[in-house]
């Protein structure tokens, strides 16, 4: 391997895709994000998070109004969640739910910054979603985040039958729902009846041909490196990248729950995003893989209005109503 | 759209995806085809072709009898078909059987050399593939070649169940199924239990996202201009690339038997089989994307030793093994 040669490639231009909607060629318009200098201390850290955060918190907050979803702050056995309900929930969900766990590179989207998504899979599966606020670095690195995701998961189940809830979320999200599978088979502990697996940030080692083939195509991510290279190293901390718990690709997959996975063809974690599905598969597990046309990581939580990012909701519903039991 | 600009992607170097097999590396370290002249005269295309199809062919008939697979060369309604016999056929399959449609590019893969993907798909479903010979430019024009693939299902409806019959094939092959599936609803045919769509060339327009991030990636193909192009005026002469018969893309999908779609992500029609995927499942058709950790158009072909062309016709075997009857 060591001796074959890497493909150089040529500059290109690559137009808006004919195919998708207006607001999807809006957003794939958007200009690729530039490589910004990342914070060199803790206070630096904070105040850029306090910042994303309150940006995507207000327009949740100003969603859930529109939308006549509740939201209400619970405490899971010490860790804080929000109950997402939507107007209504569809007969028979009553005792459902969905745990979301939600992305932002283990370390943005705390607070309500992180229920968009879960409003999303609420309204799309017309039943409650609890979103999880686990903890983040700078004060809390690995394995403050999973440690948490389990914690809540076991909270839950005193309540609830495990084959009426299903887990989504994406990119960090669906790594630390991967990681909580783990764990979850280490301990012996009962799975959800399903999984929605967003493009999942589910290697840290930065394996995967599309995190070459789409740098600087991804308009949400641009590339690997800076922004997702720090907060790895921030999250993790000294251990090793391969460990099975940060990087879950690297686990013994068999057993996990069915699963629905979703990327694009812009998306830097497609290569992540197809390696998860293929293991699954492998394993033996139904797992269902959509790609989108022109979408970069995760752009149906950024894009949420276009009609793709709906097509989405709808295959993930699809996907849950066919696994979760009354 | 015509307002919003295309994205300037920079040069870059992509490694050879360290997660694949050695064989599959080898294949991706092989270099670009580059850009050459394509013939201008009806007896230059034969030449490229007869020299071209004789390398398959050989390949295919050693193949055959390193496996102890048989071919048989049939008429069916005055088209001429390779039936691929296994060694053994799988009980309960006995009276199935796999109707393949080669690729090619329209023009390609005539004779012996089409039914190397044929050997692959008999040998992973334990059971017959009956490998249809289409007429190719430049003698035969469109529609030639998807008349002659709804004689054979005609022809071969005399003799078998619909639901004990699948239909696949890759790129062009892949194209030409869908098309006759959209005469089949025409005319009120029957339509095969299930068919592979691998990498579907169900687009003549130029169509698609990775026709351009991939291009120059894609190793068998390498670029949409050239021989792309150039066959796809020769195959569809005057007629309009949107037809819905030339691009069956364009189609009306629903009532398509289940599909499985195959792809990879080097592939130039990674985004042409995406969105031939989500057609089907927005016409509510059971359908399946695999796609492949640095795989070009049809590298399962080509690298057929690999792990993971063994991995895709695995696949492929296990859903059909969902859908046909008995």
Redesign the interface.
């Known amino acids: ?1 060591e001796n ?16 998708v909607s ?1 607001e999807l ?2 957003q ?2 958007a200009p ?1 994000p530039p490589m910004v200098a990342m914070p060199t201390t803790a206070e630096g850290w904070k105040a850029l998070q306090k910042e994303a955060n309150q940006v995507y918190a207000n327009m949740a907050i100003a969603g859930a109004q529109q939308l006549g979803i509740t939201i209400e702050t619970i405490d899971l056995d010490g860790v804080t969640c929000y109950r997402v309900s939507p107007k209504s929930i569809a007969p028979g969900k009553e005792n459902h739910a969905i745990l979301h766990v939600h992305g932002g590179a283990f370390l943005f989207n705390a607070g309500m910054a992180a229920i968009g998504e879960a409003m999303l899979l609420a309204q799309a599966c017309q039943t409650q979603a609890i979103s999880i606020d686990y903890r983040m670095p700078p004060d809390y690195t690995f394995p403050a985040a999973p440690d948490d995701v389990l914690t809540v998961w076991k909270a839950l189940m005193k309540n609830y039958d495990p084959k009426s809830v299903v887990m989504g979320g994406t990119s960090a999200g669906a790594g630390l729902i991967m990681t909580t599978m783990l764990r979850c088979k280490q301990e012996g502990i009962a799975m959800p009846a399903a999984l929605f697996l967003g493009t999942p940030f589910a290697d840290l080692t930065k ?4 995190l ?6 991804d308009r949400f991510l641009g590339r690997y490196e800076g922004r997702l290279v720090e907060s790895t190293k921030l999250y993790a901390g000294s251990h090793d990248l391969h460990d099975e718990l940060l990087s879950p690709i690297y686990g013994d997959l068999s057993g996990f729950p069915p699963a629905i996975l979703v990327s694009g ?2 998306d830097l974690l ?2 992540t995003t ?2 998860v ?2 293991k699954l ?2 394993a033996g597990i139904p797992a ?7 979408m970069s990581h995760g752009d149906y939580l950024v894009a949420f209005l276009a009609p793709e990012a709906q ?1 989405v909701m709808k ?1 993930v519903a699809l996907f849950f109503d066919r696994y979760w039991q009354p």
Chains 1, 2 share one sequence.
């Open positions: 391997m074959l040669p890497s493909l150089t490639v040529p500059t290109r231009e690559v137009p808006i895709p004919s195919t207006p060629q809006k794939i318009a690729i394996t995967g041909d599309s070459y083939l789409n740098a600087e195509v063809t812009r497609l290569s197809s390696r599905h293929r598969r492998d269902d893989l959509h790609v989108y046309e022109g097509n295959e």
